[in-house]
């Protein structure tokens, strides 16, 4: 295979992981929101931890970008 | 930006330029010329420095302004007093600012200026931005915390109960996960804030050969493709003020390790 289509292929593919962390990020914000609907009286103060669960699923979402762009623009 | 044969290079926009010349600025044999990245940096940090100043008139009753000043500033407040507790109240100076200068500068960087000839230049989508405000944060981290425990900051990476054998393996997964958050906090900000840029400027491609290609699918798909922009350009406001939160929340949570350890 053509080096660059390979590259480019690699790219695609890690496209996959921006997709699997949008499932992580739904997860995060409907989990919180299933359980703060059950009991809105303790759902303000677990705004943070829903945050630092937002980040840490963002975070591999951004990765799988960062790797894609690498492929293409660095490689 | 629409540079020949109608193709849109999505990466021209990160493009660091120097503005006033290269020649002039020599430091010690080093170029250090005066970037567009250094001018929207300079421009955040005025433009943050004009919106307290216009604040701090202290009156009893407050007006707009100082409300606005003051909500900031209270919820930095409650954010450093609900993870690290009252020991948080000294670094309501430096979250503050940091928020601040991150919310600026990712909101700066979206004004349309280009419509009056300008180019907006988001500098925090540039590792070497912040990569620099999470080092800083990481070296607060590590001097507040060897200051106040010495040795005993060690116990970070063994959290209590860990079992003995344990030790050895929990002790390395700890100090692996601490020493790669300079890394991902600076890693986070960056890629989200150009992920978003580079999606922008890929539409706005749409959108110009759509029309170029004549009649047909082709106007279809640049008016669709126009209103995706305008949905994502909302939603990258969001994004904007959810990074700057998130870096200064994350920034926070490293703090409170320093000052309480585990």
Known sequence: MDQNAAKLIGAGLAAIGAGMAAIGVGNVFGSFLESALRNPGAADGQQGRLFIGFAAAELLGLLSFVVAMILIFVA | MAAEAGKVDPMHQFMIEPLLGTDRWQIAGYNVPFTNSAMWMAIAALALLVFVAGGMKRQLVPGRWQMAVETMTGFIDGMLAANIGPAGKKYVPYIFSLFMFILFANVLGLLPLSLFGLHP??????????????????????????????????????????????????????????????????????????????????????????????????????????VLMVAICALEILVAGIQAYVFALLTSLYLNDAENLH
């Open chain 2, 121 to 226: 230049f988001t500098f925090t989508s540039h590792f070497s931005a912040t990569g620099v405000l999470s080092l800083m944060a990481f070296a607060i981290v590590l001097v507040v915390g060897f200051w106040k425990h010495g040795f005993h900051f060690f116990s970070l990476f063994i959290p209590h109960g860990t079992p003995l054998p344990m030790i050895p393996l929990i002790f390395m997964i700890e100090l692996v996960s601490f020493l790669v958050r300079p890394f991902s906090l600076g890693l986070r900000l960056f890629v989200a804030m150009m992920a978003g840029h580079v999606l922008l400027e890929v539409l706005s491609s749409f959108v110009i050969s759509g029309f170029n290609a004549g009649l047909g699918i082709g106007p279809v798909v640049s008016v669709l493709s126009f």
